[in-house]
């Protein structure tokens, strides 16, 4: 099988034998990613939803995306023609563009990071949160404006928008940019840089064809539909460079990260920051909850002979809603995180996943302390600024969002009742002693995104506190070993157990 570019996204494959075409079948036709977790027995797709990243066009010709040729290269028989090969000038020019744009001294993995994205050009920077990717992307952009290019920096939501701007003024990088998002209305690619949530770049993606790069932050993210799709309209853009602390590890997000950028390259994990002391060491506190028997009566486990995937996974799937409503019901669980957040010393998050639960752990907090609480108080920042405890989810204005986190960086002992959607990425608040999390949780990427917003180093803090909630009953009972394995052993993260009856 042969190869020819047609653009910046996409190759022509021709010369294609049955074997090849079977070949590209199975490597890039995926399950939808719409995966229900039950427990160790049950975890599943919806199998009537496949993805494909190949197409054929009217000459019969096969259509693949830019970075599948690395997932077909042992069929490729022209592929050493659309290798990327290393130029040592082009390397040592990089190095010095680096240290003549660095606002201050940078790490290697990050010079690293910053000469791979340039060089590869279709590249995937896994880097730990704390890592100073924010660093590393302003000087990939400083260095592709330089050679006069246009592009667009593309984050997860309008605080990152604000978080970014303020970055590249405090690098004092002479780099002019367009926002969009929230109050920034206009809509046009007309600066050298654009800085857009996807929500909104995805409102005019005729113009993406104009950009010569694009960077995805939180890369992770884009096994949603959107996300890839504005990368794969940017047809002309030479740079597609993602950067994140992880890498998807659903097969249809693995797969869309791998057809955009690349297979990762690990740049810097949590441990070896740690290890350099350039991150604050994290120790995950196991709260094994032991509830009373009257409520495990309503958790009992079916027999497993009987309680088949295969045999009634609707009646599976409705049982564990259910279970989870109950749980959530738990007046002894409510006021055990309540007790929790309100005992830690210094800042403290507590992440819920469903807004009712994140509000009755906010109330409940306020009733703990003895608070007169006004209506909507968790819409209310005054009485949150006076009282030390803040609400943060999708209906907190970013703005509102952005003086939380400045505040809480400045001062101790605020408790933030924070959605783990919007907590768990891109949200830098240093000054951060400990996290609970709240709800039943299994999905590494959002375990591991959370430990990242402890990571960072202040100098209150010499080490950090996780309280991992791991509810001993129905199907919640299995899912701390999936966090431990995939999350916690992996960088080495110093565990503490404790078992508490409710």
Request: aromatic letters at 12%; one cysteine or more.
């Amino acid at each position: 099988m042969l190869i020819k570019k047609l653009n910046e996204s996409y190759f022509i494959c021709f010369d294609c034998s049955q074997n090849d075409l079977e070949i590209i079948s199975s490597r890039l036709k995926i399950k939808k990613d719409k995966m229900i977790f039950l427990s160790k027995k049950f975890n599943f797709y919806n199998e009537n939803e496949i993805y494909r990243h190949y197409w054929k066009n009217l000459n019969n010709y096969i259509v693949i995306p830019y970075q599948a040729k690395e997932l077909l290269k042992d069929i490729i028989q022209n592929y050493d023609e659309f290798n990327v090969k290393i130029d040592s000038e082009e390397v040592k020019n990089y190095f010095n563009q680096i240290k003549d744009f660095q606002p201050f001294e940078t790490y290697d993995f990050q010079k690293k990071a910053i000469i791979g994205a340039l060089i590869n050009k279709k590249h995937f920077i896994q880097a730990c949160t704390g890592s100073g990717k924010s660093v590393i992307i302003s000087l990939i952009v400083k260095i592709l404006i330089q050679k006069g290019l246009k592009g667009l920096l593309l984050v997860p939501n309008v605080s990152l928008v604000n978080q970014f701007d303020n970055d590249i003024k405090s690098y004092k990088l002479d780099i002019d940019r367009r926002l969009i998002g929230g109050d920034f209305k206009v809509k046009e690619y007309d600066k050298p840089l654009t800085i857009s949530t996807w929500q909104s770049a995805r409102l005019f993606k005729d113009s993406l064809k104009e950009l010569d790069f694009i960077i995805v932050d939180e890369a992770h993210s884009i096994g949603g539909n959107e996300v890839f799709e504005i990368v794969n309209e940017c047809l002309n853009a030479e740079y597609k460079i993602g950067l994140s602390g992880t890498f998807p590890d659903l097969p249809e997000s693995k797969l869309s990260a791998l057809v955009s950028f690349g297979f990762p390259k690990i740049y810097v994990r949590a441990r070896d920051l740690i290890d350099q002391k350039l991150g604050t060491e994290i120790i995950i506190n196991r709260l094994q909850l032991e509830y009373p028997d009257i409520i495990n009566l309503t958790y009992k486990d079916k027999d497993s002979k009987t309680n088949t995937i295969s045999k009634n996974r609707l009646e599976s799937i409705e049982e564990y809603s259910t279970q989870l409503k109950n749980l959530l019901k738990s007046k002894e669980r409510l006021n055990f995180l309540t007790d929790l957040a309100i005992k830690t010393n210094g800042n403290t998050v507590l992440l819920f996943d469903r807004v009712n639960y994140g509000l009755e752990i906010f109330n409940n907090i306020c009733i703990k302390k003895k608070i007169p609480m006004p209506q909507n108080a968790y819409k209310n920042l005054t009485f949150q600024i006076e009282n030390k405890i803040f609400f943060i989810n999708g209906q907190i204005n970013p703005e509102q969002r952005e003086q939380i986190r400045k505040m809480v960086q400045n001062q101790e002992d605020y408790i933030i009742c924070a959605n783990i959607k919007i907590m768990s990425t891109g949200i830098n608040i240093p000054n951060l002693q400990n996290l609970i999390f709240g709800c039943p949780i299994k999905a590494y990427i959002t375990v591991t995104q959370s430990l990242g917003r402890l990571i960072r180093l202040h100098n209150s803090k010499k080490i950090t506190n996780v309280y991992d909630i791991d509810d001993k009953i129905g199907f919640f009972k299995y899912q701390y070993k999936h966090r431990f394995n995939n999350s916690y052993l992996p960088e080495g993260y110093f565990i503490k157990e404790h078992t508490i009856k409710l």
